[in-house]
Nanobody, 122 residues
Framework: QVRLVESGGGLVRAGGWLKLSCLAS????????LAWYRQVPGQERELVAL???????TYGDFVKGRFTMSKDFTKNTLNLHTNRLTPDDTAVYFC????????????????WGQGTQVTVSS
């Protein structure tokens, strides 16, 4: 029911930047948690940035100081601003959203986008 669509990936040289966007089919304020993950083929998906509802965003050590998230409530988008990219940042980047339901029973719903490819050349 909830759909997430990422965009903004591409090929960039080391030291460059990209703005990734996640368009949500729902009001972005309805999610309990918004996040960006990334995955290299053959490896597990790793958390890049996390933004719990009503809290400050946090970032993995490997991107801290280089990546920043922002929300656009009018457009229902979650953005990831990347900077000073390195080849180690090459991966498919995924948008993630979670909703914690409390009725009729306690459960957590998790949604993923299809991903957008970021390739950083040296």
């Amino acid at each position: 029911q909830v759909r997430l669509v990422e965009s903004g990936g591409g090929l960039v040289r080391a030291g460059g930047w990209l703005k990734l966007s996640c368009l949500a089919s729902e009001n972005i304020a309805s999610f309990d948690t918004l996040a960006w993950y990334r995955q290299v083929p053959g490896q597990e998906r790793e958390l890049v940035a996390l933004w719990p509802k009503s809290r400050d965003s946090t970032y993995g050590d490997f991107v801290k100081g280089r990546f920043t998230m922002s929300k656009d409530f009018t457009k229902n988008t979650l953005n990831l601003h990347t900077n000073r990219l390195t080849p180690d940042d090459t991966a498919v980047y995924f948008c993630n959203a979670k909703i914690r339901r409390r009725t009729p029973e306690l459960r957590e719903e998790t949604y993923w986008g299809q991903g957008t490819q970021v390739t950083v050349s040296s």
